[in-house]
């Protein structure tokens, strides 16, 4: 008996695939390591990228299947990663050529011209480009007839509350759970408005749980908590007990997992999907280095 098999008696595992935009990209990565070590993925949940790379799985379970579409789909529309320009007005915190007190200066009339853009609107970007990317990379399927169980979480802003699905057309509620709020817009879904679902499950493990599966690994790939110190207008505030109250709901949620795999992606902003490689490879290193790890205690 190896020693994988040592720790892990059953390799039969559920997958929880965390929020993260580009960084969600780390999935596949994560994925590949627990297939070439032999753990059968038995059931998916995701929310937002999550729910995106788990639906992909989910209908064809295979990391390099997955890693070949979405290889596919960048490389013939890199000019389609320029919508995104769009975010750069803040200005890229790490440029050390630019006089510090510029950069503040920019961030902060790029924040005011996001805000009066939010004030106008209930989002920045239409959902053309989610929907075009969500329906060239996912079959136009219901999600009950994936090859592996699987569960899309969203959040219905009308009722304020978690909308888990593990039923229904596939790309619609995916592009629901992927609805980045004041990103893009809500999705009128049943009679339900529905937003992102890393909004009310950053790491969605409870739907694996309620699935009856008990060994659950969950991958988190959110950004380390913000330690702002900033609070000079009520916008810092607001962000401030925001941040805090996910934190808390993520924190609650991955108490029920087996295994969590944080890559540990800092610095990389949600919509920088040229990293694709990089960011894989950090979810991929990252899996190794934990099932490793795990097997020496």
């Not at 999935?27 to 999550?50: K, N, P, Y």
């Not at 480009?129 to 219905?156: G, H, M, Q, S, W």
């Not at 739907?207 to 380390?224: H, N, T, W, Y």
């Not at 040229?274 to 899996?287: A, H, L, V, W």
Request: aromatic fraction near 10%.
């Amino acid at each position: 008996m190896g020693f994988l098999e040592k720790i892990f008696p059953s390799k039969r595992i559920g997958l929880a695939l965390g929020a993260g935009g580009a960084r969600g990209l780390a999935h596949i990565g994560v994925i590949r390591a627990l297939q070439e070590r032999g753990f059968e993925i038995v059931g998916v949940s995701g929310s937002s990228m999550g729910a995106i790379i788990g639906a992909m799985f989910a209908f064809e379970p295979s990391w390099e299947a997955v890693y070949g579409r979405l290889r596919e789909y960048f490389d013939r529309n890199r000019e389609k990663l320029s919508t995104f320009d769009i975010f750069r007005g803040g200005g890229d915190p790490s440029e050390e050529t630019v006089p510090r007190a510029f950069r503040a200066i920019r961030a902060s009339i790029y924040r005011l011209r996001m805000y009066r853009r939010l004030i106008g609107d209930n989002h920045i970007l239409g959902d053309d480009i989610l929907r075009e990317f969500i329906c060239a990379v996912l079959p136009d399927e219901r999600i009950e007839n994936a090859k592996v169980p699987f569960a899309v979480v969203t959040y219905d802003i009308l009722t304020q509350r978690e909308a888990v699905f593990t039923a229904g057309p596939v790309r619609e509620i995916v592009i629901a759970s992927s609805s980045i709020p004041g990103i893009f817009p809500p999705q009128d879904v049943d009679g339900m408005l529905l937003v992102d679902g890393g909004a009310i499950s950053p790491v969605p493990v409870n739907p694996l749980v309620e699935m009856g599966l008990r060994k659950i690994f969950a991958v988190d790939v959110s950004p380390p908590s913000s330690r702002n110190k900033d609070f000079s207008n009520a916008v810092e505030v607001i962000f401030s007990v925001l941040n805090g109250a996910l934190d808390k709901i993520k924190r609650t949620e991955l108490e029920r997992a087996s295994m969590i795999i944080s890559p540990g992606i800092s610095g990389i902003e949600w919509w920088r999907f040229e990293y694709f490689d990089s960011i894989i490879r950090k979810g991929y290193n990252k899996t190794i280095r934990m099932l490793v790890s795990s097997a020496s205690k």
